[in-house]
């Protein structure tokens, strides 16, 4: 079964910093999808960044970008120019490319943003 | 341009009380899940449906049931809430296949139980 770690409970990072939130997972498929998605204290789960397992080239939005690296199962996402609407609830996903298959979450990352 | 409906945003219910979580999406995405979020616990998959007609347990069901009413509709039922089901719950939708849909959450449902 496919499973999404994410190591780090909590960060803080001051405002204009960069900082990098970790996620690694395992499966045993070649072709997948992850994700981030920020949960900020609203509540509503936004879409960040996704990334197919086949494109080597990371993905980037705007001020967000992340370390895809496929050998080591890992895909960290990395905030430049953090600024205060960043604070939030970071959550990594992955899913297979199957129709029939589910979303997987990691247990998150609460993201401070210290002024 | 709704996006996912879910209703009620809050929620009180007493120890064996039933009630059921409407959720309904205007984009005709064949897949729907229900996730609970508890703290520390990230999201956890309750059912989902990956086409209209079909339901499958996800990594938690028990306690809860679900109905696939439709494409656009998708209803998670508590036939007898306990305080563990305490939680704040997420309808969400995708097309799995076309170009790694993401998920589209609902706002979610803050359901406490007591």
């Known amino acids: 079964a496919q499973t999404v770690t994410q190591s780090q409970p909590e960060m803080s990072v001051q405002e204009a910093e960069t900082v990098t939130l970790s996620c690694t997972y395992d499966t045993s498929e070649s072709d997948y999808y992850l994700f981030w998605y920020k949960q900020p204290p609203s509540r509503q789960m936004i879409l960040v960044i996704r990334q197919e397992a086949y494109k080597q080239q990371n993905a980037t939005e705007n001020r967000f970008s992340v370390n895809f690296q496929k050998a080591a199962k890992s895909f960290s996402l990395k905030i430049s120019d953090s600024q205060l609407g960043d604070a939030a609830m970071y959550f990594c996903?992955?899913?297979?490319?199957?129709?029939?298959?589910?979303?997987?979450f990691g247990k998150g990352t609460r993201l401070h943003i210290l002024p | 341009n709704a996006g996912v409906t879910q209703t009620p945003k809050f929620q009180v219910l007493k120890t064996g009380q039933s009630m059921t979580l409407q959720c309904a999406q205007d984009m005709n995405h064949n897949s729907m899940y229900w996730y609970r979020q508890d703290p520390g616990m990230g999201l956890r998959l309750i059912y989902y449906?990956?086409?209209?007609?079909?339901?499958d347990k996800g990594e938690v069901p028990n306690g809860y049931n679900v109905s696939r009413l439709n494409k656009r509709e998708f209803s998670l039922r508590l036939e007898s809430a306990a305080p563990s089901q305490t939680s704040v719950y997420f309808c969400a939708s995708s097309e799995p296949g076309v170009s790694g849909s993401p998920l589209h959450f609902g706002n979610g449902t803050r359901l406490t139980v007591t």
């Open positions: 449906s990956a086409s209209e007609g079909t339901t």
């Open positions: 996903a992955y899913s297979n490319m199957n129709r029939d298959d589910k979303i997987i």
